[in-house]
Nanobody, 121 residues
Framework: QVELVESGGGLVQPGESLRLSCTAS????????MGWYRQAPGKERELVAH???????NYGDSVKGRFTISRDNAKDTVYLQMNSLKPEDTAVYYC???????????????WGQGTQVTVSS
């Protein structure tokens, strides 16, 4: 079935950049919306960025102007370019796929395994 493989997390200093990747299989990727979420210790999981099948994007307020979500349908991959990283960005980042599943607007969610991003001096 659907599988999501994430990569790109790591340890960086404040002000540096990272690019996360999430590649999907077992789905018709062009029909799917994709998102990045993160969860820091002691906090709820929150939306970072979202992109629809039609390339409409939305961002959480804390990352607007610094992060960019994009997709490459030829590679079944969604990216999160993270610039000007701050210590407050430290979290586990999760890729989510939203798959349309029927004529009644049903949607199935699939999650990646998560990748750790740590921003520290």
């Amino acid at each position: 079935q659907v599988e999501l493989v994430e990569s790109g997390g790591g340890l960086v200093q404040p002000g540096e950049s990272l690019r996360l990747s999430c590649t999907a299989s077992g789905t018709i990727f062009t029909r799917d919306a994709m998102g990045w979420y993160r969860q820091a210790p002691g906090k709820e999981r929150e939306l970072v960025a979202h992109i629809t099948a039609g390339d409409i994007t939305n961002y959480g307020d804390s990352v607007k102007g610094r992060f960019t979500i994009s997709r490459d349908n030829a590679k079944d991959t969604v990216y999160l370019q993270m610039n000007s990283l701050k210590p407050e960005d430290t979290a586990v980042y999760y890729c989510k796929l939203e798959e349309p599943n029927g004529p009644r607007s049903e949607v199935l969610d699939y999650w990646g395994q998560g990748t750790q991003v740590t921003v520290s001096s």
